[in-house]
């Protein structure tokens, strides 16, 4: 790398340059008037050049001084500018997310405008995955999952419970879920089975027509006119809440699994972002319950 000063001088050139008073630079930088002195003798040393003109009654800075003093502020402000781009301002902790793709598609993201609206200062990084066990490790705050709370190596603080609906198109007038197609989502095959015992409906005896892998994809489908998909009412409502062209087909029936908050058993205490969030969400969904 080609030459360049200790950084910290650099810093402490800068604003001396700036304000033309060591006593108010270093009260900037959080540091003594004397270290920010040793800091200018040092660069000054170090280019074998004097950067400012010290007299009896005010500073100045040379002409070497003025022109290196413009190169060194717009090289830190580059700096800064990157730095926040990037990186987020200092001030600001950000809250990280994670939750499967149809959770965080038809829940959560469905709520975060409500929480921002609240707390703005706070930016939100959302991580999705399909599987729950097809997550790699990450930095996250807040991990939602959906299931039976059993999961090795982690605490789980269940959230909500769910129960699932059929859907269809919303411009299908009287949809006949036992004769048409069905869509099935991996994992949940026994879905329709469940849907069909529990409203007394005998179960077709055919193949279903798609399986996706998500539900979201399986409500494309079902947008799409390819058949019939049952979804946890959660999702099914906020999808219709968000303008997709589709509506509850038939009665909820209860899920056998819940959402759960995850936490590492060795984790450390939760961020003051992840604190607010989960206050807010649990308000939330003690708001829904009572309605």
């Known amino acids: 790398m080609d030459r360049l000063p200790n950084p910290a001088w650099l810093r402490s050139f800068e604003a001396a340059a700036r304000h033309l008073n060591f006593t108010t630079a270093a009260q900037e930088l959080g540091l003594t008037q004397t270290a920010v002195s040793l800091h200018i003798r040092s660069l000054e040393a170090d280019l074998g050049q004097p950067l400012f003109?010290?007299?009896?009654?005010?500073?100045?800075?040379?002409?070497?001084?003025?022109?290196?003093?413009?190169?060194?502020?717009?090289?830190?402000?580059?700096?800064?500018?990157?730095?926040n781009s990037l990186f987020g301002p200092a001030s600001r902790q950000a809250l990280t997310i994670r939750a499967a793709i149809s959770t965080m598609t038809y829940w959560i993201a469905a709520e975060l405008p409500a929480f921002s609206a609240q707390h703005p200062d706070i930016p939100v990084r959302l991580v999705s995955h399909i599987w729950n066990d097809s997550a790699a490790p990450a930095d996250v705050d807040v991990e939602i999952r959906l299931g039976h709370g059993d999961w090795p190596g982690v605490a789980a603080e269940r959230l909500c419970s769910e129960r699932l609906v059929p859907v269809c198109r919303a411009q299908d007038p009287a949809p006949d879920l036992r004769n048409g197609p069905l869509i099935h989502i991996l994992g949940y095959e026994d879905n329709w089975a469940r849907y069909f015992e529990a409203t007394d409906t005998d179960?077709?005896?055919?193949?279903?027509?798609?399986?996706?892998?998500?539900?979201?994809?399986?409500?494309?489908l079902v947008m799409a006119g390819a058949g019939y998909a049952t979804v946890l009412e959660r999702f099914?409502?906020?999808?219709?809440?968000?303008?997709?062209?589709?509506?509850?087909?038939?009665?909820a029936i209860p899920f056998a699994q819940s959402h759960y908050l995850i936490r590492s058993v060795s984790a450390a205490p939760p961020s003051i972002p992840a604190q607010l969030f989960l206050a807010w969400l649990r308000d939330r969904l003690a708001s829904d319950a009572a309605d």
Request: charged share 20%; no cysteine.
């Open 203 to 220: 179960l077709p005896d055919r193949p279903a027509r798609y399986s996706a892998d998500t539900t979201v994809t399986a409500l494309q």
């Open 53 to 83: 003109a010290r007299n009896a009654r005010h500073l100045s800075l040379t002409e070497l001084g003025q022109s290196y003093a413009l190169t060194v502020r717009r090289a830190l402000s580059d700096i800064a500018l990157s730095t």
């Open 236 to 251: 099914a409502r906020n999808a219709v809440a968000q303008g997709a062209p589709i509506r509850i087909a038939g009665p």
